[in-house]
């Protein structure tokens, strides 16, 4: 059984959903440190101007952040971001193919007020996951499953305790991860190359590093042809 173990991310782009559709287990690792600067709270859309940042606030803890785990981290809603990130998607893709199909989970999603930056981004991604017609994966949080350690030692441990033996990742995980710690586990290992094919955009030139929401607005239920049924 394959085992993918990520970070939650907001609106996550096409080869996350390539490694939860490689996975009979995908494990949100939300119980290590939040990066500041990475894909946790934003993510990108096309729009008329250019790919545009969508991010959501987070709370702030004192003058320096903190070493915060990502399931700590906490929206900030002393702004309407919501409503903001609804507005630029609608905008931005109202002339899509997909638009109408897609709108009433958007509403869904931008009139919900969770406290947790992780429980916002888990949902959504799931749900987009039941968008691209993956709906036999087994969704787990690391911080359920309470396995401490480090590195490749507890990705192991986790890839066990949900009862895999292979652990799938993407191409840059092989500048780190200990492959001999897994072999001598017993793990196998899959590395996915994120080679994709062109799609539709609806404003040029094509930029292949976008949200799911641009593939799902121009293709829809066609999507996975453009991610591993090609």
């Known amino acids: 059984m394959n085992c993918v173990i990520l970070q939650p991310s907001y609106i996550p782009w096409r080869g996350y959903f390539h490694q939860i559709q490689k996975a009979d287990v995908f494990v949100f690792y939300d119980d290590v440190q939040y990066d500041k600067h990475g894909w946790r709270n934003r993510n990108r859309i096309k729009t008329a101007q250019g790919s545009q940042w969508l991010t959501i606030p987070v709370l702030k803890r004192g003058n320096v952040e903190e070493c915060r785990e990502i399931r700590e981290i906490e929206i900030a809603w002393d702004r309407p971001w919501n409503r903001k990130h609804l507005a630029t998607i609608t905008h931005s893709y109202r002339k899509a193919p997909c638009f109408d199909w897609l709108c009433p989970l958007l ?23 039941g968008c691209l017609g993956l709906r036999n994966t087994r969704f787990v949080r690391s911080s359920e499953l309470k396995i401490p ?8 441990d986790i890839v066990k ?6 652990y799938v990742t993407g191409p840059a995980a092989q500048d780190y991860l200990e492959e001999d710690k897994f072999r001598e586990a017993g793990i196998a290992l899959e590395y996915i190359e994120y080679k994709y094919p062109e799609y539709p955009q609806l404003y040029p030139s094509f930029d292949p590093q976008m949200s799911i929401l641009d593939l799902l607005m121009m293709t829809g239920k066609d999507a996975p042809r453009y991610i591993w049924a090609f």
């Open 161 to 166: 305790a949900v009862g895999c033996d292979r």
């Open 149 to 156: 350690g480090y590195r490749s030692d507890r990705l192991i």
């Open 107 to 129: 509403d869904k999603w931008y009139s919900q007020t969770p406290a947790m930056l992780a429980d916002f981004t888990i949902a959504a991604t799931i749900e987009l996951a």
